[in-house]
């Protein structure tokens, strides 16, 4: 297979170049190659990479039709590469003017190629504490993820009921406008029904005045043909002297 340097300058976490896939490149090639060396390091090696493999999956990318695979590297780290990785966070830190404080997507991505680079490291020298740190790194990214949908929730929801609460407000003031309306329209109905009750009230004394004149006159023409036909009844009554 061959072989280019391509050196991977978007992530913290170390790379090998490069290399060219064979498109019908049989699988257990390498294997027979490694029985055949009967080299214990090479399987501990092979061991290492294939979990590394497991945690830190190769890229693969076709290019003039070929394709290249690149894995992250196997070579151990020293002192000096983690004080140069310490290095490269914080100049990637300030290059990409990441947020000291905060919710920032840009400094989340950084500190996780950073834990991801360690975890590399940590796992070529002992496995075991390589994949216990992959457990503590997928734990914290399913405890984020699932704050981020918590937080969405919790945004729609909100969002929702703020419009809810908004068309409530306006289903209200049409309401309010719709009972003021009904009131203008009840005070112009008492309105109406006052003038018409105090006609009524009027027509009605004029009425009771009217049988009441009409009445006394009654009674007085009777008073006074009663008197008539009293006196006449007298009249009739009385001896002729």
Known sequence: MAERLLVTTNTLVKYDNPILVTRHEQS????TDEVKKGVLQVEVKRETEEILNT???????????QLWRQQVS???????????????LDMRLQQRQARETGICPVRRELYTQ??????????????????LLLRVRD???MTIEAYQALYCSSVAFGM????????GKSDLFQEVDILKNEKLDLEHQITEL?????????????????????????????????????????????PKK
Do not use: Y
Not at 74 to 88: C, G, K
């Open 194 to 238: 006052k003038q018409r009750a105090e006609q009524a009230d009027r027509r009605a004394a004029e009425t009771r005045l009217a049988e009441e004149r009409k009445h006394t006159e009654e009674i007085a023409f009777l008073k006074k043909t009663n008197l008539q036909l009293k006196t006449q009844l007298e009249g009739i009554i009385a």
């Open 160 to 167: 929702r009921k703020a419009l809810q609460a908004e068309q």
């Open 74 to 88: 196997t070579t151990p780290a020293t002192r000096l590469d983690v004080v140069n990785l310490q290095e490269q």
């Open 28 to 31: 257990t090639s390498s294997e």
């Open 114 to 131: 950073c834990f991801d680079e360690i975890i590399r490291q940590v796992t070529i020298n002992c496995a075991e504490r390589g994949l």
């Open 139 to 141: 734990e914290m990214r």
């Open 55 to 65: 945690i830190l999956p190769p890229k693969e990318w076709e290019e003039d039709d």
